[in-house]
């Protein structure tokens, strides 16, 4: 059974910084896409980041030069380094992990999420 456990949500003050973990298990997880998503207050969720099986990286906007994603196949974790946090990166972090080929997607799983609150 596949499990997904975010970890390093924390209240933090604005330009502080903030670690966040995801251990995944039950899954083949070199073989993963994995993201970072968040959530926050009247917002849907949006992609953070994410890293493909073969350690491509993507970024959205807001957090491009200020967060840096990355995984560890040997631990089964993908990590997010959030730098220079902002208010507006407030929100619940959830990690995904998600396997397909070409546009058909095999596998889809998300953690319960981890809280990031940061005060200007």
């Known amino acids: 059974q596949a499990q997904l456990v975010e970890s390093g949500g924390d209240l933090v003050q604005a330009g502080g910084s903030l670690r966040l973990s995801c251990a995944a298990s039950g899954i083949t997880f070199s073989s993963f896409r994995m993201g970072w998503y968040r959530q926050g207050p009247e917002k849907q969720r949006e992609l953070v980041a994410d890293?493909?099986?073969?350690?491509?990286?993507n970024y959205a906007d807001p957090v491009k030069g200020r967060f840096t994603i990355s995984r560890d196949n040997a631990k089964n974790t993908v990590s997010l380094q959030m730098n220079s946090l902002k208010p507006e990166d407030t929100a619940v972090y959830h990690c995904?992990?998600?396997?397909?080929?070409?546009?058909?997607?095999?596998?889809?799983?998300w953690g319960q999420g981890t809280q990031v609150t940061v005060s200007s």
């Open positions: 995904n992990a998600q396997f397909s080929r070409g546009s058909r997607v095999f596998h889809d799983y």
């Open positions: 890293i493909t099986s073969e350690g491509s990286t």
